[in-house]
Nanobody, 115 residues
Framework: QVQLVESGGGLVQAGGSLRLSCVAS????????MGWYRQTPGKQREVVAS???????NYADSVRGRFTISRDNAKNTVYLQMNSLKPEDTAVYYC?????????WGQGTQVTVSS
């Protein structure tokens, strides 16, 4: 089992920035992949960004160039730096990790972007 604790969500004006953090209960160097997805009511879940243990990154087209995913293995933490936020970025953001072919999710953190 892997427990994930997210933080950093909140209310921000359009054009502003937020940084989300997700701390894993196991060494992140042992995780095949870490990432973030978001969910809004009535919309399909969207994988926002992912980062493999080899450093490969992938971003949704909707956030590429504005969001940056990174990890600090010394802190077992993955981050999502979100810049130039838009009202359409409003969602609950969930951290996920993949370990030994199993996926684990955090409890989610709300991000609200006002226009």
């Amino acid at each position: 089992q892997v427990q994930l604790v997210e933080s950093g969500g909140g209310l921000v004006q359009a054009g502003g920035s937020l940084r989300l953090s997700c701390v894993a209960s196991v060494a992140s160097s042992n995780l095949a992949s870490m990432g973030w997805y978001r969910q809004t009511p009535g919309k399909q879940r969207e994988v926002v960004a992912s980062l493999s243990n080899t450093g490969w990154t992938n971003y949704a087209d909707s956030v590429r160039g504005r969001f940056t995913i990174s990890r600090d293995n010394a802190k077992n933490t993955v981050y999502l730096q979100m810049n130039s936020l838009k009202p359409e970025d409003t969602a609950v953001y969930y951290c996920y990790v993949i370990r030994r072919a199993s996926t684990y999710w955090g409890q989610g953190t709300q991000v609200t972007v006002s226009s």
